[in-house]
């Protein structure tokens, strides 16, 4: 009996949930005679049933009827839709979303319309949706942030327009860049504060950081600058270095970060045992070895290593290794903080070279930078010739920045090579000069353009205009000529010049230059000249020397002239390392009056020996010889001016006591020591102090008589100077003193040169 209540009650609740639910006209299976739609403007009906997915004369659940109402809101196209069943007709009650007008962003600044804009989902003529606004505006938001700009303020604004449409204003709001204001680091003991946020790319903001970004907030370089620190505490010796971490503070104004480093330097680390093993047998290890920069007992340096390696591929390169892996195999005693290294050489892996792309380079044609190349499509790839290429793009000096890097291609066995440049102005207007103690101030102005074309030629066509002194020139170099590696060029040239400083005279000079040239080797170059000019003078003046009276007025020169050079420094541009040696000869008397035979030997030898100091010695020693006659006391040597510094432009030179002319000697030598140092301004300035002393002699005048002045004492000068690397091009400016002089000899005591690029 008691089953029979319970069962008969269920019973009864089934049919007042069926009542219940067939009340409000949607039952358990509905049959849909007709569909009608309501509140459409702009959307067709087609439209909108392909979206529901019912079709009139089925019968469809409730589950099915539910999902085509989800279906019509995930379409995007409706702000509010309804479903309601009369009888077997369904109504289907819609709003529809607005159109997109236009979408307009005011108070932008820092970032332009086509910037943002092409991040955002709303634009023209596309659904407008409050998601879609919301997501924009985050976007534009995070657009300032990676900017620097954590202050910004983004507000949106919808206008409503007629047949349901709506423009929508962005107001931004930009504020200032979040600057870093204050950087800390915790924990370090062996380095000073100072030390290491030079190590950092994030700098603390100063009132002379306007030429970079560097103080400005970033969070891609925070993690860059916590690598950069890692590297530095490698390079050092500290094996065991770590960040335990790198926090950084908004202040509640959004205007400026407080970042902290907290660090666990460590013990630092000697170089334990030092060996080389290899899978090659007909490999020499003891010769291998001795491209080890390091050795046993030296604080251990991961530069050190990675140099090392770098050295040994070359090598393995040079022997006809192309295919090789060096990889150091580290061990750390922590006990007696050692560091055991092994360099393991074995075979690498067969890689070929698929595609080389080059990106960056919107004036320079892509030949002229493949010429440069030492791997081409289809070389087994080689990182020693990869180095090397990357080395001779740069030495074009057309560029601010080249990266070569290897690049995974579409098959293990190739690789592709990526070339990113960054093109640098390329024309030159060069102002140079000084203020000499006997003749006041000297001006000198030139004009170049080296990348002629973007093919890479060397055009040279101006005017140089001083005081004394007035040149026209045109020239142009090809480097490579008949597309070979054969440079060829010419310059024709005009110089009226009144020798008012070492002679009594004026002189008119008109040529014609032939050059060319070409690599022997890979660091030996050899280039040839063949030099026609005709050389007058004129108002010579009666209390001018007798010796300069007694030279013929108007002569014809006609030489070749050749010049070999052996060049290992790691940069033509600006070298920080390395040597090279010059010699030079020039013979003269292949026609025309003047008869001579110079010779000249030059070198430069450059060194770094702590962070950006760098010592420059360079020295020249030159001999000439008359053929047959007298030579000319124009073409004899004098020193001065940039050859120099402490003298006036031809300021050193045997003279005649009476008149002070210079009558130039047949012998000379030149010296400097110079070197260039930070002064503690910040990087970014581009500002380096400069120490110099330059020696120097010339003589053997062999012009005979007891006013003649002729010896080899050694004239010298001490100095300083400042090198600006400036946004406009470099600046040069030396101040010298004599510490060693004739009393004959001509001072100058500022000289300058300052390079403008466009």
Not at 658 to 685: C, Q, R, V, W
Request: hydrophobic share 35%.
């Amino acid at each position: 009996m008691r089953r029979f209540v319970s069962n008969f009650i269920r019973f009864i609740f089934a049919l007042v949930f069926l009542a219940t639910f067939e009340g409000k006209g949607l039952q358990a299976s509905t049959l849909i005679q007709d569909i009608q739609i309501q509140g459409n403007q702009r959307i067709e009906k087609e439209t909108i049933l392909a979206q529901i997915d019912l079709l009139p004369g089925k019968a469809y659940t409730q589950e099915e009827i539910d999902q085509a109402l989800k279906n019509l809101f995930a379409s995007g196209l409706f702000a509010d839709a309804r479903l309601e069943l009369k009888g077997s007709i369904l109504l289907i009650h819609i709003k529809e979303n607005p159109i997109v007008n236009q979408v307009v962003i005011e108070g932008n600044d820092k970032l332009s319309d086509e910037i943002l804009k092409g991040e955002l989902q709303l634009r023209p003529r596309q659904v407008y949706t409050l998601t879609r606004l919301r997501n924009d505006t985050q976007r534009i938001q995070d657009l300032y942030r990676l900017k620097g700009h954590f202050a910004a303020v983004v507000t949106p604004h919808i206008i409503k327009r007629e047949q349901n449409r709506v423009d929508i204003v962005f107001d931004v709001k930009e504020g200032h860049a979040t600057v870093v204001r204050k950087i800390f680091f915790i924990g370090n003991k062996k380095f000073s504060e100072s030390k290491l946020e030079s190590t950092i790319q994030t700098k603390e903001t100063r009132w002379y950081r306007f030429f970079t970004s560097d103080d400005i907030f970033d969070s891609d370089r925070l993690s860059y600058d916590k690598e950069l620190l890692r590297k530095f505490y490698l390079e050092h010796g500290y094996a065991d270095f770590q960040i335990k971490s790198a926090v950084a503070e908004l202040t509640p104004d959004r205007e400026e970060f407080f970042i902290t480093f907290t660090l666990e330097e460590g013990e630092r680390y000697h170089v334990g045992d030092v060996k080389i093993t290899s899978d090659f047998k007909d490999i020499d290890i003891k010769t291998l070895e001795k491209k080890i920069s390091f050795s046993t007992g030296d604080w251990y340096s991961n530069k050190d290593v990675e140099n090392t390696i770098n050295l040994l591929v070359d090598e393995l390169g040079n022997l006809g290794y192309a295919f090789v892996d060096v990889q150091p195999q580290v061990q750390k005693d922590t006990e007696q903080h050692l560091v055991n290294i092994t360099f393991l050489i074995q075979e690498g892996p067969k890689v070929y070279i698929n595609n080389i792309h080059i990106i960056g380079n919107d004036r320079t044609d892509d030949e002229v930078i493949r010429r440069e190349l030492e791997l081409h499509e289809g070389d087994a790839f080689n990182s020693n010739k990869l180095k090397h290429s990357e080395k001779r793009v740069k030495d074009l000096g057309f560029f601010k920045k080249v990266a070569l890097t290897k690049q995974p291609s579409d098959t293990p066995d190739k690789a592709d090579i990526k070339i990113e440049i960054e093109e640098d102005r390329t024309g030159e207007l060069s102002f140079g000069g000084g203020f000499s103690t006997a003749d006041g101030p000297l001006a000198d102005i030139r004009f170049a353009e080296h990348n002629f074309r973007g093919k890479g030629q060397d055009l040279r066509a101006g005017i140089t205009y001083a005081k004394h002194r007035q040149e026209y020139s045109f020239g142009l170099t090809e480097p490579y000529f008949l597309n070979r590696e054969l440079m060829a060029g010419f310059d024709i040239y005009r110089v009226t010049r009144t020798r008012y400083l070492d002679a009594s005279y004026d002189q008119q000079i008109h040529g014609l230059s032939l050059l060319t040239g070409y690599m022997l080797s890979e660091n030996l170059s050899q280039l040839w000249t063949y030099t026609i000019q005709s050389d007058n003078v004129t108002n010579l003046k009666q209390s001018a020397s007798r010796f300069l009276r007694a030279q013929p007025r108007n002569s014809v020169m006609s030489g070749i002239g050749h010049t070999l050079t052996y060049d290992r420094r790691d940069s033509k541009i600006d070298p920080t390392s390395g040597y090279s040696i010059s010699l030079n000869n020039e013979i003269t008397g292949l026609g025309g009056s003047i008869k001579y035979f110079k010779n000249q030997l030059s070198g430069a030898h450059f060194y770094t020996f702590y962070d950006d100091w760098i010592l420059e010695t360079s020295a020249r020693y030159g001999v000439m010889v008359g053929l047959g006659k007298k030579t000319r006391i124009a073409d004899r040597y004098i020193l001065g001016g940039d050859t120099l510094r402490g003298f006036s432009p031809g300021g050193v030179s045997p003279r005649d006591k009476t008149t002070k002319d210079a009558l130039g000697g047949h012998k000379f030598y030149s010296g400097t020591i110079e070197l260039t140092f930070p002064i503690g301004l910040p990087n970014e300035f581009g500002v380096k102090g400069a120490a110099f002393s330059d020696v120097g002699s010339t003589w053997q005048s062999k012009e005979k008589g007891p006013e003649v002045f002729d010896n080899r004492k050694m004239r010298a000068a001490v100095g300083f100077g400042l090198r600006w690397k400036s946004p406009m091009g470099p600046l040069r400016i030396d101040v010298a003193k004599t510490v060693a002089k004739n009393k004959l000899d001509e001072t100058q005591m500022v000289l300058f040169g300052f390079t403008s690029r466009w």
